[in-house]
């Protein structure tokens, strides 16, 4: 069984940064290309971080290009994403999970309970 506990989220000022962090368990994680999405209340979740299949190369959505960057670290078990000059609209509830392109979309197996990342203007 597959498990992923997320955590790092917290209250920062527009421009700063944070890493969230995903514990994750279970074989069948360690073969599938981690990723992470957001989400708002009353919005479509928005796909943030997709890794290759090969773990060594990564996507990002449009709106954190250039400032988010995910990494995996197997030895811990762990999936990073590291978040700077943050901005108020990246405020949303943070989930990682396995993570698939499909037509040009992120598709995502699996996640945790989230992480909440609240950024003040």
């Known amino acids: 069984q597959v498990q992923l506990v997320e955590s790092g989220g917290g209250l920062v000022q527009a421009g700063g940064s944070l890493r969230l962090s995903c514990a994750y368990s279970?074989?069948?994680?360690?073969?599938?290309?981690p990723g992470w999405f957001r989400q708002v209340p009353g919005k479509e979740r928005e796909g943030v971080a997709c890794?290759?299949?090969?773990?060594?190369?990564?996507y990002y959505g449009a709106s954190v290009q250039g400032r988010f960057t995910i990494s995996r670290n197997d030895a811990e078990k762990t999936v990073y994403l590291h978040m700077n000059n943050l901005k108020p609209e990246d405020t949303a509830i943070y989930y990682c999970?396995?993570?698939?392109?499909?037509?040009?979309?992120?598709?995502?197996?699996?996640w945790g309970q989230g992480t909440q990342v609240t950024v003040s203007s």
């Open positions: 279970g074989a069948a994680f360690d073969a599938l290309p």
């Open positions: 999970g396995a993570c698939a392109r499909v037509d040009g979309q992120f598709e995502f197996d699996y």
């Open positions: 890794m290759n299949n090969y773990n060594d190369h990564a």
